[in-house]
Nanobody, 122 residues
Framework: QVQLVESGGGLVQAGGSLRLSCAASGRTFSSSVMGWFRQAPGKEREFVAAINWSSSRTYYADSVKGRFTISRDNAKNTVYLQMNSLKPEDTAVYYC???????????????WGQGTQVTVSS
C-alpha cells in the first residue's frame, strides 16, 4: 500500500522559513514526478511545485517562484519543499503528491499524502 507522509509544517511569522518533507513507502517513485499542492480554507487545491525523476527539471506556481525550492532524494524515496520569505497568503494545508502528470495546463496526481498545516502569521 502506497503511503506518503508529510512533516515539517507549523506556525511561522511572515518572512520566515519552513522545510516540508514527504517520505514515500509502499513503492519506489524514483522514476516518477513528485510534487506539492496546497489548499487554503474555502479554496480549491492548487499546484505548488513539481520535480522530475532526475531533479533536472522543476516546475513552480507563479505565486511561489523565487521563494520555494523543491528537491528530492531518490535513495530515501523522499521529496522536500524549502519555503522561504513566507507570506500570510501561503497559509494552507500542504499535500505531498507522487506520480504527477499534466493534463492541459493543469497538474494532477495519482497519489496523495494526508497533508500538513502551514500557518503564516502577519
Amino acid at each position: 500500500q502506497v503511503q506518503l507522509v508529510e512533516s515539517g509544517g507549523g506556525l511561522v511569522q511572515a518572512g520566515g522559513s519552513l522545510r516540508l518533507s514527504c517520505a514515500a513507502s509502499g513503492r519506489t517513485f524514483s522514476s516518477s514526478v513528485m510534487g506539492w499542492f496546497r489548499q487554503a480554507p474555502g479554496k480549491e487545491r492548487e499546484f505548488v511545485a513539481a520535480i522530475n525523476w532526475s531533479s533536472s527539471r522543476t516546475y513552480y506556481a507563479d505565486s511561489v517562484k523565487g521563494r520555494f525550492t523543491i528537491s528530492r532524494d531518490n535513495a530515501k524515496n523522499t521529496v522536500y519543499l524549502q519555503m522561504n520569505s513566507l507570506k500570510p497568503e501561503d497559509t494552507a494545508v500542504y499535500y505531498c503528491a507522487a506520480d504527477l502528470y499534466q493534463g492541459g495546463s493543469r497538474w494532477w496526481s495519482r497519489y496523495w499524502g494526508q497533508g500538513t498545516q502551514v500557518t503564516v502569521s502577519s
